[in-house]
């Protein structure tokens, strides 16, 4: 088990720096892309900034509580852009043109070759700015020693089950000619999930809790770290992550058995 982590390690230190060679050969482009995410990090607290102008709280949240919020979840949202967000775009042209043909017939899980081959490495160097906004709001919201060292499990946990659903998602491109309002749609459940759950009512808010547990990326971990009560949304999260697991493993099963080559 160890030797076959330790392979699957090396192949992914190797997709990371073909990815790095790539990406840096065009300079122009890779400063854009970082200068695109310190523009959206900044307007992103700066509209929240302003909407306190005007108002005390957001439902139970204060300022610093729901800026807290938000920068665990553009933490999210910066992990996501670093290690997988290309990838999904990249299965698409894959399944279009028939690539995906030799991903398929490499000696490597799958799931693993699709989705984790691509690394944003301009998404790296906004990492520390992304880090130190979630640490200062985390000294403001008066996080305990106990709620720094589960921060970092919670982050992983909550990128795990927003990747588990779009990669069910992105399951349903074998079935498409092609991808790209997947890939859309899959954006707009990001936006879902940028918002606390309490924004959302009645039914609307159970269906994303529960059938399509979107809400719980940010909010199951934040409302566990200000308020230990809400352990019920932390363990409701890890249930929807194994029970999506599953999910994944079996419609992907499918997904490889429908898939028909656009190559031959």
Known sequence: MLKKLSHYWDVYKKFVSTSVSVETSFRTSFILLIFMDFFFFFSSIGSVSFIFDHVVNIGPWEKNQLLFFLTFMLMIDNLHMMIFSQSFWEFSFHIKTGQLDYVILKPMNTIFSVFFRHFRASSLFNTPLFLGYLIYYGIQVNLTAFDWVMLPFLIVLSLALLVVIEFILSTSMFWLTDG????????????????????????????LTVVLPILLVGSGPVHFLLDKNAWQLLATMVVALVILTFVLLATWKVGLRRYDSASS
């Open 180 to 207: 790209m309002g997947i890939n859309f749609l899959r954006m707009q459940m990001q936006q879902l999930a940028r918002w606390p759950n309490f924004i959302y009512q009645g039914l609307i808010r159970k269906v």
